[in-house]
């Protein structure tokens, strides 16, 4: 089945610093990717996705790395916020043509040191 | 548009009772997914409905089950409640088929004591 490690279960930051939470997956079909942010009390909100026919994507201050060859990613948070401090999901989907299962697992905490 | 409600909250069972959590997806959306999240496991899927239809299944007893009313509406149940089902059940709703992003509700906090 997939797994994925995130390389580290926390992350602290200073604000202003940039951030970056990596994760690796092992199922090579996988062929799109979605990172998640969970505040606390909340359930986890869509930040960005990626498909594996990219190998960079940018948003409002985050940018996701793909790395096929090494079955890699990487969430890039730049000039980082107090409101960016929660737990941030990797997920690959289980496999091809599962429909909506996706891996999420326990996810990266960050906290933002002000 | 109204985000995703899930009902209720907060809940205290006893091991042995049942629980049934209802979620109502975002209008519009189709398919209502739910998953298990606690400290050690992480967010677990269990089920996904998709008009009133089971569409996949997460590694879960069938002591859990669900399912999807015609509205979009969905409900969980959990029957023979053991300690370790004590956790944050979480919902989300997606408009259909080819649309991965997910939308999730607040969530309800089971505790089994």
């Known amino acids: 089945g997939e797994s994925v490690g995130l390389h580290l279960p926390t992350l602290s930051v200073q604000e202003g610093d940039n951030s970056i939470i990596n994760c690796a997956y092992s199922n090579s079909a996988s062929d799109y990717f979605i990172w998640y942010k969970q505040e606390s009390g909340k359930g986890p909100q869509f930040i960005i996705d990626i498909r594996s026919n990219m190998d960079k994507r940018q948003g409002q201050r985050v940018t996701v790395l793909l790395n096929k060859t090494v079955k890699h990613l990487s969430l890039q948070i730049a000039a980082t916020q107090p409101g960016d401090s929660a737990v941030y999901f990797c997920a690959p989907p289980l496999g091809r043509h599962t429909g909506n299962q996706f891996y999420f697992g326990t996810g990266t905490s960050l906290t933002v040191i002000p | 548009k109204a985000g995703v409600t899930q009902t209720p909250r907060y809940l205290i069972k006893t091991r042995g009772q049942q629980v049934t959590l209802s979620c109502s997806p975002i209008?519009?959306?189709?398919?209502v997914s739910w998953y298990q999240q606690t400290p050690g496991q992480g967010l677990q899927f269990l089920f996904e409905?998709?008009?009133?239809?089971?569409?996949n299944k997460g590694n879960f007893p069938g002591r859990f089950s669900g399912r999807q009313f015609s509205n979009s509406r969905s409900e969980m149940n959990v029957s023979t409640l053991e300690l370790g089902d004590s956790a944050l059940y979480l919902c989300?709703?997606?408009?259909?088929?080819?649309?991965?992003?997910?939308?999730f509700g607040p969530g309800t906090r089971l505790t089994v004591t």
């Open positions: 209008s519009g959306h189709r398919s």
């Open positions: 409905y998709f008009s009133e239809t089971q569409r």
């Open positions: 989300a709703s997606r408009p259909g088929q080819g649309a991965y992003e997910q939308y």
